[in-house]
Nanobody, 130 residues
């Protein structure tokens, strides 16, 4: 069974960089076809797709966030990482990592549905405050 677990700071100050790590167990992040994604949900709002890294290491991100987003991975640790620079209070959310089989969708959705992803982490809440 694939499991994902997010980790990182729960509090980030405005203008600072948010760094989160997703640790994957029960499956390799290099397994063909799968995309490993970061998704967030601000309080009371919809899920928002941030970006992904593929099994081969290629990255993609939401146009609205790509200028501030960097996704990388450490295959030796079976982890992938999100860095979001210049955070504002609008970035406060529960951040999830999740796996998707890209063959099941036509394109990545900025407003994803939970059912599009077969495995999710439990989420980690990030607060942006001085």
């Amino acid at each position: 069974q694939v499991q994902l677990q997010e980790s990182g700071p729960g509090l980030v100050k405005p203008s600072q960089t948010l760094s989160l790590t997703c640790t994957v167990s029960g499956g390799s992040i290099t397994t063909h076809y799968y995309y490993w994604s970061w998704i967030r949900q601000p309080p009371g709002k919809e899920l928002e797709w941030i970006g992904y890294i593929t099994s081969s290491g290629r990255t993609g991100s939401s146009p609205s966030l790509e200028s501030r987003t960097s996704i990388s991975r450490d295959t030796s640790k079976n982890q992938f990482t999100l860095q979001l620079v210049s955070v504002t209070p609008e970035d406060a959310a529960v951040y999830y990592c999740a796996r998707i089989d890209p063959t099941t969708i036509a394109t990545m959705a900025s407003r994803p549905k939970k059912t599009e992803y077969d495995y999710w982490g439990q989420g980690t809440r990030v607060t942006v405050s001085s």
